[in-house]
């Protein structure tokens, strides 16, 4: 559906969908999906000039203004930052969402103090994984993201 918009609007060159494989053992589902999307781009930059300046990326249920991909591209270039992400604007409709969203956002909010994971000079940091781009270069050391091979 989103690369049939992205081509409706005149974009479909500068929109690349990546359909998902089967969840190998030891993965999980969001760290699969960002190890698939980074695989992709490795191949389409061997040997040729980069793919992308920026990789986008979203989970499936999240609706967009038109505005966010140049909103994140924008806060990246400003504040010279390699990832950028957005906390989306969660539904609490029914009974559970609202007992658990704002429960969520607490413990998260406590793992991760927003003061201390805005704050440039130190090493914590924190995303919303439903909406994130970044430049591609801090993911390369991050194997921690891919399962342990002692299991």
């Not at 430049?135 to 050391?141: A, D, F, R, S, T």
Request: proline share 8%; with cysteine.
């Amino acid at each position: 559906m989103a690369q049939r918009i992205a081509s409706g609007l005149g974009h479909g060159d500068r929109l690349e969908v990546v359909s998902g494989q089967p969840l190998p053992p030891g993965w999980s589902g969001k760290l699969w999906a960002v190890e698939q999307g980074w695989q992709t781009v490795q191949l389409e930059e061997r040997g040729s000039e980069p793919w992308s300046e920026y990789i986008f990326l979203t989970d499936a249920d999240i609706a967009h203004g038109p505005q966010t991909i140049a909103a994140l591209v924008e806060k990246a270039q400003r504040d010279n930052l390699a990832l950028v992400s957005l906390m989306v604007l969660l539904r609490c409709e029914s009974v559970w969402e609202k007992l658990l969203i704002p429960a969520f956002i607490f413990f998260f909010q406590k793992l991760y103090p927003f003061p201390l994971v805005n704050n440039p000079q130190r090493q914590t940091a924190a995303a919303a994984g439903a909406v994130f781009s970044w430049n591609g270069q801090p993911y390369k050391p991050l194997v921690a993201l891919r399962p342990s091979k002692k299991r």
